[in-house]
């Protein structure tokens, strides 16, 4: 490897289209809500408002450690490296089932599914578009002969 190759970015800006640049911001933004989730269920286990505070505060640790993955993931896609597509793509996949169940409970929660299913579908879209897997993984004829 030589110091040229170790300084040189991994995607110029020019080159990233913009599936890439929406699929990482989606799974950027559900990163940072899982995380946020996480940090109040910390709060709420703390300041006393949950009355199981073991369980409140494992939950949140959870939460925030399983935030972190999709956040990493968004700023890899934004990087140009490949390994963040396959857990943004999860994380896109998971709000699905997520957006089912708040969808048959019924009220509010029905528009909020349906939002979180769209985010999840245009998430999953934009991070399988053909454009953003040749800027990730080239195109077919590119590879070693």
């Known amino acids: 490897m030589t110091a040229e190759s170790a300084t040189a970015p991994a995607a110029a800006p020019a080159a990233r289209p913009v599936p890439l640049l929406v699929g990482s911001a989606l799974t950027a933004l559900e990163g940072a ?28 640790a959870v939460l925030l450690l399983m935030g972190l993955l999709p956040l990493l993931a968004g700023r890899a896609l934004l990087r ?7 857990p943004a793509v999860l994380t896109n996949s998971i709000c699905l089932p997520v957006a089912y169940y708040m969808w048959e409970s019924g009220g509010a929660m029905a528009a909020v599914g349906v939002a979180v299913g769209l985010l999840g579908l245009v998430g999953i879209g934009a991070l399988l578009n053909p454009r953003v897997t040749a800027v990730l993984y080239g195109t077919p004829g590119d590879g070693p002969q």
């Open 33 to 60: 809500a899982m995380a946020a989730w996480g940090v109040y269920n910390l709060a709420s286990g703390f300041t006393g408002a949950d009355a199981d505070f073991g369980r409140a505060e494992l939950g949140g």
């Open 80 to 86: 140009g490296q490949r390994w963040g597509r396959s």
